[in-house]
C-alpha cells in the first residue's frame, strides 16, 4: 500500500470537543431512554418509548458523526475529493436522519436530574412560547420554504471553488463548513420527519413528498457539473499528491457521480417511504384534541415535548 495511504488509514484524530459533544447526548438518551421504559411499562410494539431501535439509531446517528469526523475519512479528505464528498453526505443525509427518526427530545430531557430537566423545560417553554419574540423569529427561520432554501444554499455554497479550497486551507473554515451542512441537514429531515419540538404545523405528507422531491434537481445539477467538467474546479487537489493512482479528474468525477447518484438516492428513498405511508391511509388519520391537559408521564409517553411542541412518527 502506498505510505501516505497507510499513514492516513491508520489516522484517527480523538478531537477532544468532538468527543465530549457526542459523549453527552448519547449518555442523556440512553439514561431518558431507561426511566421512558420503565414508565411505559408494558407497551410494546415499533413505536413505543421503550422499543430498542431507539436508542440504536440515535447512537449510530452519533457514530457516523464521530466516523465523518475523527475518522481517516478526514484525513483522507484532505487528499481525495471523493472522500470529501463521502463525509458531507454522512453529515447531511445520514447522521441527521439516524438522530432524528427516534424522536429525541423527550430522551434527552428525560436524561437530565429532575430539577435540571424541569428547568430546562421551563426554559424551552419561554423560548418556544407562541407569543415570545425567540419563538416567532425560531417559526419563521425553521419554515419549510426557509430550510428548503438554506438546505441548497449552504450545499451548493460550500462547494463555489473559492469557499471549498478556503475550507481545505484553513481548519476553522473547514469546521464551520461542517456544522452549517450538519445544521442544515438537522433542519431538513427535522421538517421531513416531524420530531419534537415542532415550531410549526406538521406538513401534511404529499407536501412532505414534494419538499423532499424538491431537492433532487439542485443536487443532481451539482452532482453533474462535478462530474462532467473536463478540468480540475478545486486548485487545493491539484497540488495534492495523488493516491493510488487517481487523476485528479477522475477523483473530480467520481465525487460528482457520489453527489448525483447516491446523494440523490437519498432524497428518493425518503420520498417512497412517505408516499408508502400516504397510501397505507396513514395521512388520514386525524388526532385527538379533546383529552384534558396530560402529566408528566403521559407526557413523555405521547412524545409531546414542550409547549404543545409534538414530536413526529418519524418518515
Known sequence: MDPIARAAFSS???RPEVVIVL???GVLFLLGWRKLRRIS?????ARSLGAAWRPVAYISGLLVIGLALMSPIDVLGQQLFFMHMIQHLLLIMVA?????????MPFLLWGLPARARLAAGSALNLVLHKQSTIGRLLRRATSPAIVWFSMIVFIIGWHDPNTYDAALQNELVHDLEHVTMFVAGMLFW???IGAGPRLNKNMSLPAKIAFVIAAVPPNMALGAALAFSQEPIYSFYVDMPRLWGMSVLDDQRLSGII???PGSMMYLIAALVLLFRLL???GTKTPRNDEPHPSDEALAASGVVVGGASGGQGV
Not at 96 to 104: H, M
Open 280 to 282: 397505507s391511509g396513514e
Open 259 to 261: 453527489m448525483w447518484i
Open 23 to 25: 459523549w453527552v447526548p
Open 41 to 45: 411499562g408494558s407497551a410494546r410494539g
Open 190 to 192: 427535522w421538517t421531513v
Open 12 to 14: 484517527w484524530g480523538w
Open 96 to 104: 441527521p436522519v439516524l438522530l432524528l427518526l427516534p424522536n429525541p
